[in-house]
């Protein structure tokens, strides 16, 4: 895992906007980053999806990662979503790449 989350925070991390010029992560204690939360099962969806639409993969994360999350309320709605407040959706298609040029690269 350490592989992706090196790509991680050099390509998303330093562009995001809960972190400082520097790339270091603003959150604090009690806030969460889904996007470090869930990697494991995030690099797992991106293995298994293999397609060319986006769609596909934004389906999966629905299902495997926001359905777990708490901040998803029952009827499918997230709040943090609604904001772009959550940095694993807001990031989604650069996060897909950055995994499969890791998978491309270690090849
Ligand atoms: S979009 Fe919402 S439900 Fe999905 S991971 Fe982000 S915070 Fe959780």
Redesign the pocket.
């Known amino acids: 895992m350490d592989k992706y989350l090196r790509a991680i925070r050099k390509n998303i991390c330093s562009i995001c906007v809960d972190s400082t010029e520097t790339g270091k992560c603003t959150l604090n204690e009690h806030e969460n980053c889904?996007l470090e939360l869930?990697l494991p099962k995030i690099v797992e969806i991106v293995h298994s999806t293999q397609s060319e639409e986006m769609e596909d993969y934004v389906r999966s994360?629905?299902s495997e990662?926001?359905l777990d999350?708490r901040?998803?309320e029952e009827d499918g709605s997230?709040y943090?979503?609604e904001d772009i407040n959550?940095a694993?959706?807001r990031y989604f298609p650069l996060i897909v790449e950055t995994i499969q040029t890791v998978d491309k690269e270690s090849q």
Request: charged share 20%; with cysteine.
């Open positions: 889904a869930y994360l629905r990662v926001c999350c901040a998803q997230c943090l979503r959550c694993l959706d």
